[in-house]
């Protein structure tokens, strides 16, 4: 079953974009692989894989972790990051299609508070 679309509000189209930024820059700083979303049951599995992929990177990287799962707390809460999209995809690339970003992109000027 592949991930499903959500219908966004105009107002929640933004946050939709940071969150899938933010799913791109888990996977470009390799935080999070396809197989942690393959095997994921729930966005906090997901925040967990980050959680794990981190201690094992240098301390840099320590500071995108808080980050990433702001954002996908973020996706949950405006339902994008539901848990029949996380338990419906293999990749982190079928995530990232179903929000407005643009899947070329990595990071940016993105702040989750």
């Known amino acids: 079953m592949a991930a499903t679309a959500p219908i ?3 107002d929640t189209l933004g946050d939709s974009e940071i969150v899938g930024l933010n799913l ?6 390799g935080l999070l692989v396809d ?3 393959g095997a994921a049951k729930t966005y906090i599995t997901m925040q967990a894989a980050i959680a794990t992929a981190a201690a094992t990177k240098p301390t840099e990287f320590q500071g995108y972790v808080g980050r990433l799962q702001r954002a996908f707390k973020l996706g949950f809460d405006i339902g994008v990051l539901t848990d029949a999209n996380v338990q419906g995809v293999t990749t982190i690339a079928e995530l990232v299609a179903i929000t407005p ?3 070329n992109k990595v990071g940016g ?3 989750i508070e």
């Open 8 to 10: 966004l509000h105009e």
């Open 24 to 29: 791109s820059l888990a996977k470009g700083a």
């Open 35 to 37: 197989a942690d979303v």
């Open 101 to 103: 970003a643009d899947p």
């Open 109 to 111: 000027p993105i702040a």
